[in-house]
């Protein structure tokens, strides 16, 4: 194969709300190993676009497709097995569990990485050399045995991403991760979000455009629901109507 794989694609995405347009003929391609940003002022649609991609909402037109096959028509449910995973999707972590209960138990949901004869068992400790592995890869491993709802904001976001790479996927959409952080943990999730990236491709909302820069391969801006620039962040930083679009002018 020549260049990356693209691993998720939507072409002419479309969704009305009763007569409102809210996107409107959006393409889009996420690539293997490479992180993707959305990014559009409020109301640009971005959300929905999240919404159509993990098939929470049903698009009104438009075709999008998943490791080279049509979901436009299949579950949200199915699409997660099939290696699409949005970060909320288990982002209620347990406060009362510890880190590692929490891992556990996202290895054991539908999905997750925990085979159906350790679910049915209960074997929780059995999957603790795979839950740990997976919280040393994102520097949580020390923290394993502390109440998640102890932690810090940051290191909470980051049990979060944790708990979605249990569900082993192809596609990680993450809807403003660094949302509410200091510099310090918007470092430490940036080499996560990178890490995690390596070997997976990621679709990230995000609103601050100095991560953006610094983080991803390549940005499509939205507005009014379509598509107003898309490339690397020098190319889109120096379109015109994205300025004009950022600036409010
Ligand atoms: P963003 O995430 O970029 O802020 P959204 O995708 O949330 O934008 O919203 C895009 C547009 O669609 C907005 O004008 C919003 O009001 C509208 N919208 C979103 N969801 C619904 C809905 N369920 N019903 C009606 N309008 C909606």
């Known amino acids: 194969e020549n260049g990356p794989r693209v691993v998720l694609s939507a072409r002419g995405l479309r969704k009305d709300f009763a007569g409102f347009t809210a996107v409107n003929n959006v393409d889009l391609d996420v690539h293997h190993g490479k992180i993707h940003a959305l990014i559009g002022p409020n109301g640009a649609g971005k959300t929905t676009v999240f919404n159509l991609l993990t098939k929470f909402l049903a698009p009104t037109g438009g075709r999008i497709e998943l490791l080279g096959r049509d979901i436009t028509r299949t579950s949200a449910a199915r699409v997660a097995r099939m290696g699409l995973v949005r970060s909320f999707q288990i982002s209620a972590i347990f406060p009362h569990l510890s880190v590692l209960d929490n891992v556990r138990v996202a290895l054991q949901r539908p999905g997750g990485l925990a085979t159906q004869f350790w679910r049915s068992l209960g074997a929780l400790d059995r999957l603790t050399p795979r839950a740990m592995e997976l919280l ?69 909302v995000e609103h601050n455009l100095t991560v953006v820069a610094d983080l991803c391969d390549w940005i499509t801006v939205l507005q009014h629901g379509e598509v107003l620039a898309a490339g690397d962040y020098g190319t889109v930083s120096r379109d015109e109507r994205v300025k004009v679009a950022y600036m409010g002018t």
């Open 136 to 204: 040393a890869s994102v520097g949580l491993d020390g923290d394993a045995e502390r109440l998640a709802g102890d932690l810090s904001y940051g290191r909470k976001r980051v049990l979060e991403i944790a708990t979605t790479l249990a569900l082993d996927p192809k596609v990680l959409l993450l809807d403003e991760p660094m949302a509410g952080m200091g510099h310090e943990d918007v470092g430490t999730v940036s080499d996560i979000i990178r890490a995690v990236a390596r070997d997976r491709a990621v679709l990230m």
